[in-house]
C-alpha cells in the first residue's frame, strides 16, 4: 500500500471519548463535485484539474481491492461499496477551537467512526453499516503506507486498525468480516466534519428529553431544533454521556439521525442549486479527505454521485452493526454471526431492507410519531365494476432483531439527558 502524501494532522486521545461519525459527509461527498465537474464545461477545464490535484492529494492503494472500470461521467454501472473513517485527529482549525483537548494528543489516531456504505445496482437503495469502535476483530496480515508489514491479529479492537497499519488495512478487515468486496475509501477527521457542515450552511437536528448537557463535550443546549454547523456539529455527533444510556451505542444511534437529516439537506434545492455552496461542499471535500486511488478522481465521485441522486429517502437505511458484550470484556462487543448475515445476504441480493428492530438499542434516540393527517377524506366513488390493476410486490428482506437504525424518511430526536 502506497501513500503519497501525508498532511499534517495532530491525533488527539485524550480524556475525551471519542468522537463520532465525521465521516457520514463522505456518503454524499460526490454530489458536490459531480455538480462541478459538469460545470466545468462552462468555467473551464481548470476547475477539474485543480480538484483532480487536490483529491487525489494523498491518495491510497487498498490492498486486495477489486478492480473497476474507468470512470465516465455517467452513474456507476452497478452495486458498489465506500468505506468511510471518521478519526480523532486535529487539525489548525479544531486545534484553535479545542484548544487543550488536541494539544493533549499522545501521537495516536483512533478510527473512532467506521461505516461501509453500500448502493445496489438498479433500482438502487443505499445502506449504511455503523460498526461501534469498541468491536473486537480478527484482523488479516496488512501492508502499511511504509510497506512494513503487520501480522495478523486474533482479536483487536476495530478503532485501533487505522494506527496499525492505515485506511487499506480497516478495508481489508470489513471486507473479511463481510465478505463485501470494497473499492473505495476515504479518511476524515475532525476539521473535515467542521468545514464540511459549514460549506451546507448546517444541519438541522432534533434533541428531545431533557435536553443535552454534557462536559465532556461542552454541550448544555435544550430540547427543541437546533441548527448545527462547525464546532457544535462536531459536538453533537461526538456526544455520548448527553444521550441514551451513555454508551457508545447509543451514539451511534444519534449520529444516524444527524446523517439521515444530512442526506435531507445536501440532496435538497437549498443545497443543489446553490452554486456557492456546491463549490464550496467541492472545495471542502477536496481539502479535508484522505481516498483511496479509485476514489481519488472527482470524475469517479461523480459517477458515484450521479448513481445515488434520484434514490428515495424510504431507501436509505442507517444500521447499526449487531454485537453481543466481549465474553472476555464487558466493554467490549464481539459481532452477532447470525443477525450481521442478514444484511450481508440482503446487500449481495440487492434486497430493499424491511428494519425489525428499534431505531436505538441503547436510548440514544427517539422515534417522531408524524402529525395526523387532518385532511379531509376523499368522497366515495361510485363502485367499478373493474378488477383494481395490481402493483409488483415490495420484496424486502428481513432484518433481525438485533439490527437498530432508521431510514433517512423516518424523524428521530436525540433522547438528551443530563450528564
Known amino acids: 500500500m502506497v501513500r503519497r502524501h501525508q498532511r ?35 468555467v473551464g477545464a481548470f476547475v477539474v484539474v485543480d480538484l483532480f490535484n487536490r483529491v487525489n492529494d494523498g491518495a491510497v492503494t487498498l490492498e486486495d481491492a477489486p478492480e473497476v472500470e474507468p470512470p465516465t461521467i455517467d452513474a456507476y454501472p452497478g452495486e458498489f461499496s465506500m468505506l468511510i473513517l471518521g478519526t480523532d485527529e486535529c487539525g489548525e482549525v479544531s486545534t484553535s477551537l479545542l484548544g487543550k483537548r488536541c494539544s493533549e494528543a499522545d501521537g495516536s489516531v483512533l478510527n473512532d467512526v467506521n461505516l461501509l456504505v453500500h448502493v445496489s445496482a438498479e433500482p438502487r437503495n443505499v445502506t449504511v453499516v455503523s460498526f461501534p469502535r ?71 437536528v432534533c434533541i428531545g428529553g431533557d435536553g443535552i448537557r454534557d462536559a465532556q463535550t461542552g454541550i448544555d443546549w435544550p430540547a427543541g431544533m437546533r441548527t448545527v454547523s462547525g464546532v457544535e456539529a462536531l459536538q453533537f455527533i461526538r456526544t455520548r454521556h448527553g444521550v441514551g444510556d451513555g454508551s457508545d451505542l447509543a451514539r451511534i444511534s444519534n449520529q444516524q439521525q444527524y446523517m439521515s437529516r444530512l442526506v435531507r439537506k445536501i440532496m435538497s434545492d437549498e443545497v443543489l442549486t446553490d452554486p456557492g455552496k456546491v463549490i464550496g461542499l467541492a472545495n471542502t471535500i477536496a481539502d479535508n479527505i484522505e481516498p483511496s486511488d479509485e476514489l481519488g478522481n472527482p470524475i469517479r465521485l461523480a459517477q458515484l454521485a450521479l448513481s445515488i441522486k434520484n434514490v428515495p429517502f424510504s431507501e436509505f437505511a442507517f444500521l447499526q452493526y449487531p454485537v453481543f458484550e466481549d465474553p472476555d470484556d464487558s466493554n467490549r462487543r464481539v459481532p452477532d454471526w447470525d443477525a450481521a448475515a442478514t444484511i450481508w445476504d440482503a446487500l449481495r441480493a440487492g434486497q430493499s431492507l424491511q428494519l425489525t428492530g428499534d431505531v436505538t438499542n441503547n436510548g440514544g434516540v427517539e422515534l417522531v410519531e408524524p402529525a395526523p393527517d387532518t385532511a379531509v377524506p376523499p368522497t366515495t366513488e361510485a363502485p367499478t365494476t373493474e378488477a383494481p390493476a395490481t402493483e409488483a410486490p415490495d420484496v424486502r428482506a428481513t432484518l433481525s432483531p438485533n439490527i437498530s437504525g432508521q431510514t433517512a424518511d423516518q424523524e428521530t430526536c436525540a433522547n438528551g439527558k443530563q450528564d
Open 134 to 204: 469498541d468491536l473486537m476483530l480478527e484482523t488479516p496480515e496488512c501492508t502499511r503506507p511504509d510497506g512494513s508489514v503487520v501480522s495478523a491479529t486474533r482479536k483487536t479492537q476495530i478503532n485501533a486498525i487505522y494506527q496499525r497499519a492505515g485506511l487499506s488495512c480497516v478495508a481489508k478487515t470489513i471486507t473479511d468480516l463481510t465478505d463485501i468486496p470494497i473499492p473505495f475509501a476515504a479518511k476524515i477527521g475532525f476539521d473535515g466534519v467542521m468545514e464540511v457542515t459549514d460549506a451546507i450552511g448546517g444541519v438541522d
Open 8 to 42: 499534517e494532522t495532530v491525533a488527539r486521545h485524550a480524556p475525551l471519548p471519542t468522537r463520532s461519525a465525521l465521516s457520514s459527509f463522505l456518503r454524499f461527498l460526490g454530489i458536490g463535485l459531480a455538480v462541478v465537474v459538469v460545470s466545468a464545461i462552462a
